[in-house]
């Protein structure tokens, strides 16, 4: 469960509420029709611009903003390095006995490869294949919500200029004019509430949950090709540790011991 969503989500809900209620009642803001409006439009607009398949997945993602296995990248190359002792000391072959171990169904299937027997290009070609399939999958994903969060405020303006012809085409009744103009507002706050605190926010959710997958899977395709070379385990996890600091933004340091001069 993804803790920051959960209260991101209830404090912007909670704030909106709490400015509501400090200044009127919630029933000045509940409008069915408004809701139908931007809530109606904003589907079918998606259901317009987007295959129903690629909206059956959608759901599975928007779980995905909510619930997350966390990446630990540190456990992961210590898994990678323990790997590469076994390869170097017993060969590839050795390999297998420790594969009912791994949690990473990526790493496990890439070292499942290697055992049988394939060579580096066609588990590369395979591991790689697989990335951007999961990539498309993940960027199909959030261009739908951050489709989402364009529509519902564009529908919020349709309802918006609804209201107001209806109130313009009954002038006469001046007492109604300030009512039918607050309903007609509605709608705008309804597609700007949903744009700005749930669509918009998870096209941004995702987009970060697909960099650190991916960033997950180059650092195994990177570990299988030094386990299958054989090289030094403190050198791959050397090379693999830069690797991902670099990619995380972060500074990296090398160890370079003590200098003489005081």
């Known amino acids: 469960m993804d803790l920051a969503t959960l209260i991101g989500i209830a404090a912007g809900v909670g704030a909106v509420l709490v400015s509501i209620l400090l200044n009127s009642g919630l029933g000045l803001f509940w409008n069915a029709p408004s809701a139908m409006i931007v809530l109606g439009g904003t589907i079918a607009a998606t259901l317009v611009a987007y295959p129903l398949s690629e909206l059956m997945r959608v ?10 296995k966390k990446s630990d990248f540190n456990e ?16 590839v072959l050795a390999i297998e006995s420790k594969l009912k171990d791994i949690d990473n169904e990526f ?3 890439g070292l499942q490869l290697t ?5 580096e290009a066609t588990v590369n070609g395979l591991l790689k294949r697989e990335i951007k399939q999961i990539q498309k999958s993940h960027k199909d994903g959030w261009e739908i919500f951050s489709a989402m969060g364009a529509y519902a405020p564009a529908f919020g303006m349709i309802g918006t200029l609804i209201g107001l012809i209806q109130m313009l085409a009954d002038l006469a009744d001046v007492n109604s004019v300030g009512p039918k103009m607050a309903v007609a507002l509605i709608t705008t706050f309804y597609g700007a509430v949903l744009a700005n605190l749930f669509f918009i926010p998870m096209t941004v959710k995702l987009k970060r949950r697909s960099s650190t997958e991916t960033l997950e899977m180059n650092l195994v395709l990177e570990g299988i090709s030094y386990i299958r070379k054989g090289v030094n385990p403190r050198f791959m996890q050397d090379v693999l540790e830069n690797y991902m600091d670099a990619a995380l933004g972060k500074k990296v340091q ?4 003590k200098k003489g001069g005081k």
């Open 59 to 68: 759901i599975g993602l928007f779980l995905k903003v909510f619930f997350v």
């Open 254 to 257: 090398k160890d370079d011991g």
């Open 107 to 109: 790493l496990k299937k």
């Open 115 to 119: 055992v049988d027997g394939k060579d």
């Open 76 to 91: 992961l190359i210590e898994v990678m390095v323990t790997i590469c002792n076994v390869a170097r000391k017993g060969g």
